[in-house]
């Protein structure tokens, strides 16, 4: 497998375990929880350090992954009290964590180069380097890791796939019949955490913002089926990963920030031109209808 498709595969990987769960964040109103655990988790990569003194990847990304479960509770907390917005909860548990992240680093780890750019945010680009050896076959590990979470992912949303459905479209109804709805928020916002941070290693913080907000959002504006959505969004993914990669290439540029642009453009399209939510479809069904009155 050429360099080339094994870096498009791991993006589509990315694409798919965000596209399994973004859709639920978009409606849920909870969108920008991926770029809160982006910094959330800077506290736990410092524990990781004062504890082990090592930033091997492993370590790191468990005691990462440590502080974006506790980002998403403490979210899902003040949510559930009815006095903070999903907006507000977000603006007011991430930058507590990232600041205790940053008097961790000024306190114990000054003249380290330990940060996030050093410690979890990848680059795409060096994954064909990074290899595990698995069956006698030498695999790429980031895809071996990104595949598992597209597995758990998929398992999740399937044997939960009406009780998220109802509760995220009725929270109240889902109370009513107990479907638990604050547990499956919770699980919903851990598992978006774990794949966050699960990719993070592999293709950098920007990419799986990206990933698990733009082709979720666009998807939105394409259809009202749950299932189309989900399956829409990871679609939207795999594009913005294949084109991304080929416009990247001859450019010499960054190819995450390519794949960014394409699924951003991906949704400038759908919000211009959606058949029912289109800016121009609307204003054009505006004009026919002073035209015919």
């Known amino acids: 497998m050429s360099d080339g498709v094994l870096i498009v595969l791991v993006a589509g990987l990315v694409a798919t375990a965000c596209g399994l769960l973004g859709p639920f964040l978009v409606l849920r109103r909870m969108a920008l929880l991926s770029d809160a655990v982006s910094h959330a988790v800077l506290p736990g990569i410092v524990a990781v350090w004062l504890v082990a003194q090592t930033r091997a990847p492993l370590p790191v990304v468990l005691g990462a992954a440590a502080f974006a479960v506790l980002c998403v ?7 559930s009290t009815g006095l903070v917005a999903s907006d507000a909860a977000i603006a007011l ?12 680093v000024t306190r114990y780890a000054d003249g380290i180069h330990l940060d996030l750019d050093s410690t979890i945010y990848g680059e795409i680009a060096f994954v064909p380097f990074d290899t595990v050896w698995l069956g006698g076959y030498e695999l790429a ?12 992912n998929l398992l999740l949303v399937l044997a939960l796939r009406k009780e998220l459905k109802a509760t995220t479209f009725d929270p109240q109804f889902g109370s009513t019949v107990r479907l638990r709805p604050r547990l499956l928020s919770r699980l919903l916002l851990v598992a978006a955490a774990v794949t966050a941070v699960a990719a993070f290693d592999a293709v950098g913080a920007i990419l799986v913002v990206t990933m698990l907000i733009v082709p979720a959002a666009t998807a939105f504006l394409l259809t ?8 829409l969004a990871i679609g939207i993914g795999w594009v913005g990963a294949a084109a991304g990669y080929a416009i990247a290439l001859p450019l010499d540029s960054s190819i995450a920030g390519a794949m960014g642009l394409v699924c951003a453009t991906c949704f400038a399209l ?15 069904r505006r004009h026919r209808s002073r035209v015919v009155g």
């Open 73 to 79: 509770l403490g979210i899902d907390a003040l949510r």
């Open 93 to 104: 548990v991430f930058p507590a964590l990232f600041s205790l992240g940053v008097l961790g």
């Open 141 to 152: 590990r980031s895809g071996v890791v990104l595949g598992a979470v597209v597995l758990l």
């Open 224 to 231: 009202d089926r749950l299932v189309v959505m989900v399956a």
């Open 270 to 284: 759908a919000l211009l031109g959606s058949p029912r939510h289109g800016v121009l479809t609307r204003r054009w």
